[in-house]
């Protein structure tokens, strides 16, 4: 199994590999100091690991491809098995390192590091051979001891199986990051189709009709068709002003910004085309694209409201984390007004907007709420949900 998501995995093992055997055979080398006569032996075999591994792992840091070749790695990695072979003369620590060894054949090789595996364990038993040979020990621990060379192979097939589970586990992530991508690119598709034919199409079909009947009414009726005419280029205007709104909520939008930022250029543009100071607390966070999209219409509904009807001094605006969402709140000191108990009320009562920004909250899986006093200004809260799973339903 080939790839960058095997190269991602094979370079996390490593590195976790290098840094565990490194812990291992320096904790057994350490031990020794009490048991050998020789302790500078000791100590050099403590500083070997410790520069090999600190190498290895700046090799590593600095060129994580290197795991894309496996072979060199795995040699050069024999040859400090060797040198801490000779500096420990087989003691446990050597051992210890061994397995190691072996893991990091089965990281790199996989299952093809098979004759790595049993080269080390050749070695592994003439050392052993060697000790006995040397040291003379009891039967139970011969047994203990000629268990040693196979750590190696262990080790190693273990880390094989590992390698292989985490390459499959990223690329099960990849897959899912990117049908998410997917199906979140198709979602803004639809929500863009939506917004073009509930404005901009809608716009221009009326211009169309107004331009069809112009060329009858300028023979017949003139005064129809000068009234054709400045519907045609009221209809334009009109079309064109809608559009260029689509496409700066759509720079809003764009995975790379903050929100915040966002809702931060959208109050200050308000601010400097109304002269009303808005002041902000906008707390960082990543709704989805569809909420996004809401919110920013709801707040520049509500302060277009503001602009028109509030005659207010200044505006606060709040964006915040819920436990599940989003709280955006929009404030000013106006005149307020008294608030009708029934949506249908504000209907009557000419308040389009509201009804359109608490549809907007529905759609994004929230809901709106206005706090309204005569002479006492308006708030506009809209709380939104996305960590339930909620889908825009719109």
């Given at each position: 199994?080939?790839?960058?998501?095997?190269?991602?995995?094979?370079?996390a093992?490593?590195?976790?590999?290098?840094?565990?055997?490194?812990?291992?055979?320096m904790?057994?080398?350490?031990?020794?100091?009490?048991?050998?006569?020789?302790?500078a032996r000791?100590?050099?075999?403590?500083?070997?690991?410790?520069?090999?591994?600190?190498a290895?792992?700046?090799?590593?840091?600095r060129?994580p491809?290197?795991?894309g070749?496996?072979?060199?790695a795995?040699?050069?990695?024999?040859?400090?098995?060797?040198?801490v072979?000779?500096?420990?003369?087989g003691?446990?620590?050597?051992?210890c390192?061994?397995?190691?060894?072996?893991?990091?054949?089965?990281?790199?090789?996989?299952?093809?590091?098979?004759?790595?595996?049993?080269?080390?364990?050749?070695?592994?038993?003439t050392?052993?051979?060697?000790v006995?040979?040397?040291?003379?020990?009891?039967?139970?621990?011969t047994?203990?001891?000629?268990?040693?060379?196979?750590?190696?192979?262990?080790?190693?097939?273990?880390?094989a199986?590992?390698?292989?589970?985490?390459?499959?586990?990223?690329e099960?992530?990849?897959?899912?990051?990117?049908?998410?991508?997917?199906?979140?690119?198709?979602?803004?598709?639809?929500r863009?189709?939506?917004?073009?034919?509930?404005?901009?199409?809608?716009?221009?079909?009326?211009?169309?009709?107004?331009?069809?009947?112009?060329?009858?009414?300028?023979r017949?009726?003139?005064?129809?068709?000068?009234?054709?005419?400045g519907?045609?280029?009221?209809?334009a205007t009109?079309?064109a002003?809608q559009a260029?709104?689509?496409?700066?909520?759509?720079?809003?939008?764009v995975?790379d910004?903050?929100?915040a930022?966002?809702?931060?250029?959208?109050?200050?543009?308000?601010?400097?085309?109304?002269?009303?100071?808005v002041?902000?607390?906008?707390?960082?966070?990543?709704?989805?694209?569809?909420?996004?999209?809401?919110?920013n219409?709801?707040?520049?509904?509500?302060?277009?409201?503001?602009?028109?009807h509030?005659?207010?001094?200044?505006?606060?605006?709040?964006?915040?984390?819920t436990?599940?969402?989003?709280?955006l709140?929009?404030?000013?000191?106006?005149?307020?007004?008294?608030m009708p108990?029934?949506?249908h009320?504000?209907?009557?009562?000419?308040?389009?907007g509201?009804?359109?920004?608490?549809?907007?909250?529905?759609?994004a899986?929230?809901?709106?709420?206005i706090?309204s006093?005569?002479?006492?200004?308006?708030?506009v809260?809209?709380?939104?949900?996305?960590?339930?799973?909620?889908?825009?339903?719109?």
């Amino acid at each position: 199994m080939n790839g960058p998501d095997r190269d991602v995995a094979a370079a996390a093992l490593t590195r976790a590999v290098l840094i565990g055997r490194a812990v291992a055979a320096m904790a057994a080398a350490a031990a020794g100091l009490l048991l050998v006569d020789d302790p500078a032996r000791v100590v050099a075999v403590l500083a070997l690991i410790a520069v090999a591994t600190a190498a290895q792992l700046g090799v590593l840091a600095r060129w994580p491809h290197v795991v894309g070749r496996p072979v060199v790695a795995v040699v050069a990695d024999f040859l400090v098995l060797f040198a801490v072979l000779a500096v420990s003369r087989g003691s446990i620590a050597y051992f210890c390192y061994a397995a190691g060894a072996g893991a990091l054949g089965g990281v790199l090789l996989g299952l093809r590091a098979l004759p790595v595996w049993a080269a080390q364990a050749a070695i592994g038993y003439t050392v052993i051979a060697e000790v006995l040979h040397r040291t003379d020990p009891p039967p139970e621990l011969t047994a203990f001891v000629v268990a040693f060379p196979m750590a190696g192979a262990l080790a190693g097939v273990g880390a094989a199986v590992a390698c292989t589970a985490l390459t499959r586990q990223l690329e099960l992530s990849a897959r899912l990051v990117a049908s998410a991508q997917r199906s979140a690119a198709a979602s803004e598709r639809a929500r863009l189709a939506r917004e073009l034919h509930d404005s901009v199409s809608k716009t221009l079909r009326g211009v169309s009709l107004a331009a069809l009947a112009l060329p009858s009414s300028l023979r017949r009726q003139p005064a129809l068709a000068e009234h054709l005419a400045g519907t045609v280029a009221a209809g334009a205007t009109a079309a064109a002003r809608q559009a260029r709104e689509l496409l700066e909520e759509m720079r809003l939008d764009v995975a790379d910004r903050d929100f915040a930022s966002g809702v931060a250029e959208v109050c200050a543009a308000w601010s400097a085309a109304t002269g009303i100071p808005v002041r902000t607390a906008l707390a960082p966070l990543d709704p989805p694209v569809y909420v996004c999209h809401e919110l920013n219409r709801i707040l520049r509904e509500a302060l277009a409201n503001v602009a028109r009807h509030a005659h207010a001094a200044r505006v606060y605006v709040r964006l915040a984390p819920t436990r599940d969402g989003a709280l955006l709140a929009v404030a000013d000191d106006g005149v307020g007004f008294a608030m009708p108990r029934e949506l249908h009320g504000l209907q009557s009562a000419g308040h389009f907007g509201i009804v359109g920004m608490t549809e907007r909250a529905r759609t994004a899986g929230g809901a709106l709420s206005i706090d309204s006093i005569p002479g006492a200004g308006t708030t506009v809260t809209a709380r939104v949900a996305w960590a339930l799973d909620l889908v825009p339903t719109r």
